[in-house]
């Protein structure tokens, strides 16, 4: 007989097949691929049943071996005399007997075999009564209920800790009617980028706002995990954007799955990831954020069996292993990504009890402060395997940056107990201040990078975070050199803004130099480029914070009108290439920090300072707000600062 798979294929539909001796020859012409399908899978359950009869059907000389009463007993050796027969060494007992209820052992296997087969059989054929959308029903109903059993698996309820004071979420409408509009442009804005995003980036990490598709890059591995939506969920909280922040926790419940095998940043998962998931659920208290993100956590935490504990820059979510980036200085893992992890993993633990990601970047910090700085400088570059310096580049840029402002932020959120912290940034600080902060021959105070012993007199846009991080620090300084640090903390952000106004677009660079009669101008074509950054607007919403110096908002809404005049497509918003040319081309990239972190900066410019008080708030590195823990708040122990 032929066999259905082997028939010929037809667009028309199958009546209910009869699986009678004569129903495969009937209905030759008509079968299709599905129903091929099915028949395979029931003549492979026929073929199975007959295989199981085979193997477990009662053999019968074995099942004189081993089917034996309690009265037969295997003995060692030979005694025919009471009627036995010799087995290779064995006598057995009561032959006669045995040969009998063997025998109706048997026969009644056959029977509990052969119904079972008829039964499967009717159940196949009631099965293909069925149409193919009601079969195809089943089978998504039975997947669904797989599904739902392994989150529920997955979900477990976390032990409940008393959350820290919440204040300061849903306020901070400016009573001026001009800033008013000013914030409601941002909210627009922000609403523009989500919109694109969700109808053609949806899912996907980022969008690519001219192509209209969804963008990737290799820090979040090759799946969907929906950076967007993660890292712009508590922008859209604050906003009061509700529905929006609805629709990305529902796709953040429904399809955020971490066990993929995909090869992800620790340090961008960590900061856009974890955070964003961290002050979400702070935020709006939806279980839903606190669970995936502790899940997300114990991903990461293979990264961190390497010979010192100092975690590999990436590591693969599904099977653990990790490795560092190619690029990176004699296999070293990188300063601002093992030192910028501190904040969520003491919130982790603190949600959880469970002290592994507290003790994790408590290792770190304990290593760090065993070594040896040249110049009492941190360098970007620090070896995993044998916990060596790499190249002695200090950077308070890409590289350095956010590890110098987690020391600070540490402290803060310790509720200031955290003095260990406050010492390391402090002694950071005074070196950095020593050897890479200088003033131009225009007067101008840069951050220059050290390279061997030589400072380079070039600073990225990155580095412009660096004016918000002093004015942040300055409260607690060594000496009270709170008005020192004010100070710095104001000429940066001059600096900064200097890099944003000697440009077509208004709009900073990526990396500008103070070298050869240039200030604050990108020299090198590969440094002209804008990728919708925050740092610059970052650090004008820390210096207004401090100081209420309206200029701070005046340079907010110039990079805000340039964003939106230069950087605005149909598709969303996009980064651009050159900001010194009048007709720029874009990037095609609509990055996820754009809303996580720039809309965010400038909407609380242009808010009132109850919204997010830096008093009970600190920011993660992606802007991600988190609550200060105040002592009576916290569990971990091992730490004075948490006990
Ligand atoms: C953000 O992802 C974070 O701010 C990070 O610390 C470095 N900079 C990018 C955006 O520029």
Known sequence: ?????????????????????????????????????????????????????????????KHKRFDLGLEDVLIPHVDTSKGGKNLGGFLIHGQGHDEHRHREEEERLRNKIRADH??????????????????????????????????????????????????????????????????????????HAWDNYRQYGWGHNELKPIARKGHS?????????????????????????HDEF????????????????????????????????????????????????????????????????????????????????????????????????????????????????YNKVMHIRKLLQKMDRPNGLYPNYLNPRTGRWGQHHTSVGGLGDSFYEYLLKAWLMSDKMDTEARKMYDDAIEAIEKHLIRKSNGGLTFIGEWKN?????????????AGGMFALGADGSRDDKAGHYLQLGAEIAHTCHESYDRTTLKLGPEAFKFDGGVEAVAVRQNEKYYILRPEVIETYWYMWRFTHDPKYRQWGWEATQAIDKYCRVS??????????????TYDDVQQSFFLAETLKYLYLLFSNDDLLPL?????????????????????????????
């Open 1 to 61: 007989m032929t066999t259905p798979a082997l028939l010929p294929l037809s667009g028309r539909r199958l009546p209910p097949l009869n699986l009678g001796a004569s129903a495969f020859p009937h209905h030759r012409a008509t079968l299709r691929l599905s129903e091929k399908f099915i028949l395979l899978l029931i003549l492979s359950a026929f073929i199975t049943l007959c295989f199981g009869a085979f193997f477990f059907l009662p053999d019968s000389s």
């Open 118 to 191: 008829e039964k499967a059989l009717e159940e196949a054929k009631e099965k293909l009564k069925k149409s193919r959308d009601e079969i195809q029903a089943e089978i998504q109903t039975e997947k669904n209920k797989v599904v739902q059993e392994l989150k529920k698996k997955d979900s477990k309820p976390l032990p409940p800790v008393p959350l820290p004071n919440l204040i300061g979420i849903n306020s901070g409408e400016p009573a001026d009617p001009d800033i008013r509009e000013k914030r409601n442009k941002v909210k627009e804005m922000m609403k």
């Open 217 to 241: 890059t290799n820090i979040f591995g090759n799946s969907q995990m929906g950076a967007t939506i993660v890292d712009a969920l508590d922008t859209l909280y604050i906003m009061g954007l």
């Open 246 to 357: 609805r629709e990305g926790q529902e796709w953040i419940d429904k399809n955020l799955d971490f066990s993929v095998n995909s090869e992800v940043s620790v340090f961008e998962v960590n900061i856009r990831f974890i955070g964003g998931l961290l002050a979400a659920y702070y935020l709006s208290g939806q279980e839903v954020f606190k669970i995936k993100a502790v899940q997300l956590a114990g991903k990461l935490l293979p990264a961190f069996n390497t010979p010192t504990g100092i975690p590999w820059a990436m590591v693969n979510l599904k099977s653990g292993v990790g490795r560092n980036w190619g690029w990176a200085s004699a296999g070293s893992s990188i300063l601002a990504e093992f030192g910028t992890l501190h904040m969520e993993f003491v919130h982790l633990s603190y949600l959880t009890g469970d002290p592994v990601y």
């Open 453 to 465: 012993g030589h400072l380079e007199r070039k600073m990225g846009h990155l580095t412009c975070f």
């Open 571 to 584: 598709g969303g918003f996009s980064g651009v290439k050159d900001v010194y040319s009048s007709s720029p």
């Open 615 to 643: 008093d009970n708030w600190v920011f993660n590195t992606e802007a991600h707000p988190l609550p200060v823990l105040h002592l009576a708040n916290t569990t971990l122990s091992g730490n004075p600062a948490y006990r």
